[in-house]
């Protein structure tokens, strides 16, 4: 199995304050992404669950509405 590479954050130590604080950023910055783009990140994530019960069951999914041109 590949390990796959997930987003990090390194901190330094931090009080209680400055990490609360820190968790208050984080929150809001969350909030006004889904604000933004929920409905696109929804339809993204949905897309994925097909995908992945798909090569469970050793189905390929294309995507037919793609540009095919979009990548290259």
Known sequence: MSRRRHA???LPPL???DALAVVDVLQRAIAAIERTHGDQIRALREMQRAEARARR???TIYDLDADPDADF
């Open 15 to 17: 009080s209680a304050q």
């Open 57 to 59: 069951h050793g189905v």
């Open 8 to 10: 990090q954050l390194h």
